[in-house]
């Protein structure tokens, strides 16, 4: 009998043990699954503020070695890489051969670009070429395998008025501002690309008359009607006008962008997170502190365009919304990819839309990663 009761509560026992187990590992399950994934070794620094942007850099024990890829702007300036109208006079060349025009006639939306070098070619969307019949940026994310045939890129006008002069394109450093990006890399639409070089800003600018917009949409409208008729984007941003406000808004934040990074150690900086007026509305982030330094400067200007053109609310984001911007969203996503080249793919969850472009030679590697809070 004794033998009995005593087997029966060691049964009993194990019993409740087991199902505390079952019960912790469902918990810690649900706990995981709760969790957004967060992407790479990251973390923020303290916010750079400036009138009504706040800037966190992004900072990684990691750096990958992303020395493989050119940028556009790069190829460009070297000539391994030509760009040119879709359908333009004569024969372009790549490793020394004259290849066919891709088409036979201009398009706004579409060029032909030759990688003629030796390692991939890095694009980011919002990346600006000028020349040809208009100024036209990249449309999206993507990556050229060298010696690959002349390629078909879809672009955006950001030229709208002019449809004249030569075929050749040059190199630039200029990046659109986001509400400009936005509308090509997420939207997709060339209507909403011109209204928002037009405006300024695709995000609401009502607020107080003490929080108007530095750079108004109003005062955009008369420089393009006065100054630019045919709007070309780094006529409107880079003018006497309109220039001198984003030169001295850029050069206030990099200064106190450069003291604050100065004394990192064991870390590289690889991104950043930005906000406006309270609002985290932006983040990009790359593979290696080399791309991030290569595209600091135009990426700055570019933020910097579009805090002038929004509410000049003065107020900081807090760290827990700009770290909401390094995690994984878990919507609907897309995929587009070539074989041996690249991974193109988009999660898009309420507001938010996430890109991510991934290499997939010479090493799988994230190459870029935005994510943005849609304004429209």
């Known amino acids: 009998m004794e033998h009995s009761l005593r087997s029966a509560f060691i049964g009993a026992l194990l019993g409740i043990c087991a199902l505390g187990s079952v019960v912790f590992i469902w918990a810690g399950s649900g706990s995981h699954a709760s969790q957004p994934k967060l992407e790479g070794e990251w973390r923020l620094l303290d916010p750079i503020t400036y009138e009504n942007i706040s800037i966190f850099p992004v900072v990684s024990s990691l750096s990958q070695d992303t020395s493989a890829f050119v940028t556009l702007e790069e190829g460009l300036s070297s000539g391994e890489v030509v760009v040119r109208e879709q359908g333009s006079d004569g024969m372009a060349r790549s490793r020394g051969a004259a290849l066919p025009q891709y088409n036979t006639g201009a398009s706004v939306n579409r060029l032909v670009l030759i990688n003629r070098g030796k390692r991939p070619v890095l694009l980011l969307a919002g990346e600006l070429v000028s020349g040809g019949k208009q100024d036209r940026i990249i449309a999206k994310d993507r990556i050229v395998a060298p010696g690959a045939d002349p390629l078909p890129l879809d672009v955006f006008c950001v030229e709208h008025g002019r449809w004249s002069s030569g075929s050749q394109f040059s190199a630039t450093d200029t990046i659109v501002h986001p509400s400009v990006r936005e509308q090509a890399a997420v939207n997709q639409n ?57 030169d001295s808004f850029v050069d206030a934040v990099q200064r106190r962008f450069a003291r604050a990074t100065s004394g990192i150690k064991g870390e590289h900086i690889v991104g950043v997170v930005v906000a406006y007026g309270g609002e985290v509305a932006w983040s990009d982030v790359f593979a290696s502190s080399d791309l991030f330094h290569h595209y600091w400067s135009k990426l700055l200007r570019s933020y910097a365009v579009e805090a002038l053109a929004r509410p000049s609310i003065r107020e900081v984001a807090s760290r827990e919304d700009a770290d909401e911007f390094l995690q994984r969203l878990r919507g609907r996503e897309q995929v587009e990819s070539e074989p041996g080249v690249y991974r193109w793919s988009e999660i898009t969850e309420g507001r938010l839309a996430q890109i991510e472009l991934e290499a997939l030679q010479p090493k799988p590697m994230t190459l870029h990663r935005l994510l943005l809070r849609r304004t429209s």
């Open 190 to 246: 060339q209507n909403e690309v011109w209204e928002s070089v037009r405006k300024g800003t695709t995000a609401s600018t009502a607020a107080a008359p003490s929080a108007a917009p530095r750079i108004a949409a109003g005062d955009l409208a008369e420089v393009v009607a006065n100054g630019e008729p045919t709007q070309s984007y780094s006529k409107i941003y880079q003018g006497s006008r309109v220039g001198v406000s984003v």
